[in-house]
């Protein structure tokens, strides 16, 4: 059973950092595609980030491009989202999910499908 546990969410200031960290069990995770996603109030789930197995391919939506980094640590099964520059439209629920084994084998982390997810971490970034 996929296991996704994120912490290190909390409460900042516009202008602040926050990072986040997703620890997995239950899946191989050195061939799994990983992402991160984001749910604010009344709005519905979107994705943040995504990352290949590898760590080579990396994707950022629009919204977070130049401000947000994500990275995997294969040893340790772990993946993070480090967030610089928060704005307070950043708040929201944070969620590791873990992508498809068929996905995970493609190249462009901008395609994966993802099917596992983690319970979430809240996000407040205040202005």
């Known amino acids: 059973q996929v296991q996704l546990a994120e912490r290190g969410g909390g409460w900042v200031q516009a202008g602040g950092s926050l990072r986040l960290s997703c620890a997995a069990s239950?899946?191989?995770?050195?061939?799994?595609?990983m992402g991160w996603f984001r749910q604010a109030p009344g709005k519905g789930r979107e994705r943040v980030a995504a990352?290949?197995?590898?760590?080579?391919?990396?994707y950022y939506e629009d919204f977070v491009k130049g401000r947000f980094t994500i990275s995997r640590d294969n040893a340790k099964n772990t993946v993070s989202l480090q967030m610089n520059s928060l704005k307070p439209e950043d708040t929201a629920v944070y969620y590791c999910?873990?992508?498809?084994?068929?996905?995970?084998?493609?190249?462009?982390?901008?395609?994966?499908?993802?099917?596992?997810w983690g319970q979430g971490t809240q996000v407040t970034v205040s202005s």
């Open positions: 239950g899946l191989a995770f050195s061939s799994r595609g």
């Open positions: 990352i290949s197995w590898s760590g080579g391919s990396t």
């Open positions: 999910a873990a992508a498809t084994r068929q996905s995970s084998s493609w190249s462009a982390a901008e395609l994966y499908n993802f099917d596992s």
